[in-house]
């Protein structure tokens, strides 16, 4: 690939692409609530007239609210963010994995070989378990480059390929794999990105991260629990989420959970993720983890208290905090 000048990477977009956006265990939808979607449309629609195909697609698009024309997803982690050239970028590989191989597949072939690198939150199964089922990983000629913070990566993936979990052991997939150790607050380098990581509060620990490149910074931050009584610019994860243009934030549980019943379970909750926010003077902040309990309707619920309450305790200086809640299928421009 050609060099590129500095001005323009710093005006050239940045693509981030959401595969897999629930927490714990996949959630796909059942009978009753897609019985139920369909009843909420129709109950909409009487009275209106939908005699035509544009007639209909613009009442879909125009007049149902997502959790009704659409749905949040029931995918685990995993995020594509586009480098604009021949290597794939991707932050965990959850069962939204399996998505985004068919995709490459279908816009690719499986000739032509690939590289993809992977950047690994932490080995939890939500957080891995769609790599079996990576279909570029069966081709040779690809390369699969999994970078992390822990030790046992390696250790991770082969086991939930090993007797009696997976018929298809670690060892037999075609394409080169390697595993890529990092420190916390070392600076890499992949796919044209400067990459961080940073510890967080976890169960065996999770790692974020935060993607750089033409003065633009996205920062993966998920399966963290902030446990702290205060909220200040002395956090150190204000100085890890400063001035991101993209923050992706496990809000997983209300406030009240992530407090009660529910502390110590290495979640944190959308009202945190508007403070940290803010304080960090963050452009735009994406719902992301989201629980597997939740239907589309309060997920929904969940970001419309999350927009009023930034516009309550937006600080006097004016600055704004764009958020949205991810599903499967997300895509973004930074």
Same mark, same amino acid.
């Given at each position: 690939?050609?060099? $590129? ?40 629609? &009487?009275?209106?007239? @939908? ?12 007049? +149902? ?6 749905? %949040? ?13 021949? $290597? ?10 399996? #998505?985004?191989?068919?995709?490459? +597949? ?5 000739? *032509?070989? &690939? ?17 079996? !089922? %990576? ?12 970078h992390g913070c822990h030790k046992n990566l390696r250790e991770a993936l082969l086991g939930q390929q090993a007797v009696p979990y997976f018929p298809v052991p670690f060892e037999f997939l075609h394409a080169a794999v390697e595993f890529v150790e990092m420190e916390p607050g070392v ?23 935060? %993607? ?12 963290? $629990? ?10 150190? !994860? ?7 243009? @993209?923050?992706? %934030?496990?809000?997983?549980?209300? +406030? ?6 529910? #502390? ?10 508007? *403070? @940290?926010?803010? +304080? ?19 997920? $929904? ?34």
């Open positions: 690939m050609p060099l $590129e000048s500095v001005g323009s990477r710093r005006s050239k977009q940045i693509p981030v692409r959401f595969w897999g956006t629930r927490g714990s265990v996949s959630a796909p939808l059942g009978h009753s609530a897609v019985r139920a979607k369909i009843r909420d449309a129709l109950i909409a629609a &009487r009275g209106r007239d @939908l005699s035509t195909v544009e007639a209909i697609d613009g009442f879909i698009d125009d007049e +149902l609210p997502f959790s009704v024309k659409g749905t %949040f997803g029931g995918n685990t982690s995993c995020i594509e963010i586009a480098t604009g050239g021949d $290597e794939y970028l991707l932050c965990d590989l959850g069962t939204g994995l399996r #998505e985004f191989g068919n995709h490459i +597949l279908a816009h690719h072939g499986p000739t *032509e070989p &690939r590289c993809f690198n992977v950047f690994l939150s932490h080995p939890h199964w939500d957080h891995i378990e769609g790599f079996p !089922f %990576f279909a570029p990983a069966y081709i040779p000629g690809n390369r699969i480059r999994i600076e890499y380098r992949a796919a044209g990105f400067k990459v961080t990581a940073f510890q967080q509060s976890h169960s065996g620990d999770s790692y974020g991260y935060r %993607f750089s490149r033409g003065g633009k910074s996205i920062v993966y931050s998920t399966d963290c $629990e902030h446990n702290v009584p205060i909220l200040d610019a002395s956090y150190p !994860f204000v100085q890890f989420f400063r001035n991101a243009d @993209l923050l992706i %934030f496990d809000a997983m549980y209300s +406030l009240a959970d992530a407090v009660t019943i529910k #502390e110590d379970w290495g979640h944190s909750s959308n009202i945190v993720a508007v *403070e @940290l926010a803010q +304080l960090a003077r963050v452009r735009r902040l994406v719902l992301f983890h989201h629980e597997p309990a939740c239907d589309d309707a309060r997920i $929904e619920q969940v970001l419309g208290e999350t927009i009023r309450y930034e516009e309550i305790s937006r600080d006097g200086q004016g600055h704004k905090v764009d958020i949205v809640s991810a599903y499967d299928g997300l895509e973004l421009a930074v």
